[in-house]
């Protein structure tokens, strides 16, 4: 990696909810705060600074993984920009693309990675490409998606994750940029997601058990 992460250790109990403003219909599915908004924000302007700093003039294609990379893809490109208005010696052209990787259902990873819209990415031959995502779990979805973004033969790669998670069973992967290290729970809010829920949560929050039963997908409905 080309910065340290900071990293959350796996005694810190996080904020209460009473602490922070939480949307009524999650106050009963979420055991505490593990990193405020307002931290994420902070944490995403650094991020952008490292990223500008290192591109220079380059032109970057910026390649958001959805559906959870969405919002720290949105704000870290908003910050990007910002440096393109307020540093005139220096520009970086920016570039959007897009493609969605499916491995989880409940809480647990199925075991399957399906990939959608890799078949689409013959325009990032010769680019530089700054791959950007929510959260890297055990690592082998990245390292999938990494593989196969080779075979279109980019000019470079790099990866942005907000957070990674330590795992036991991780492949050892680390991105170049990483916002937060946080422990092996499972976390959601910041469009991270539940079986689709919570991604209208704010902050970034433990779910409880009352929550992951609430929200499972019921039994015989899988896909």
């Not at 994420?40 to 910026?62: C, G, H, S, Y």
């Not at 791959?131 to 196969?148: C, F, H, Q, S």
Request: glycine fraction near 6%.
């Amino acid at each position: 990696m080309s910065e340290a992460c900071i990293k959350i250790p796996d005694e810190y109990s996080g904020y209460a909810l009473s602490h922070f403003c939480v949307p009524k219909h999650y106050e009963h599915d979420l055991e505490n705060i593990m990193i405020p908004w307002g931290l994420i924000q902070d944490r995403t302007e650094r991020l952008a600074r490292n990223i500008f700093q290192d591109v220079k003039d380059e032109p970057l294609t910026a390649l958001c993984v959805l559906k959870g990379g969405y919002r720290f893809f949105t704000d870290l490109l908003d910050k990007l920009t910002t440096l393109n208005r307020s540093h005139g010696s220096v520009s970086v052209p920016l570039y959007v693309d897009f493609i969605r990787l499916k491995s989880y259902e409940n809480s647990d990873s199925t075991g399957e990675i399906r990939v959608v819209g890799g078949d689409n990415m013959t325009n990032l031959s010769g680019r530089n490409v700054l791959v950007v995502e929510d959260i890297i779990d055990t690592g082998r979805t990245m390292e999938k998606l990494l593989a196969i973004l080779a075979h279109h033969q980019p000019k470079s790669v790099k990866v942005a994750s907000l957070l990674v998670k330590r795992r036991p069973d991780s492949t050892g992967y680390r991105p170049d940029y990483c916002g937060f290290e946080i422990p092996d729970k499972f976390v959601v809010g910041y469009a991270l997601d539940y079986n689709e829920y919570f991604r209208d949560l704010n902050h970034i929050c433990v779910i409880n058990e009352n929550g992951r039963k609430k929200y499972a997908v019921p039994e015989g409905s899988h896909k």
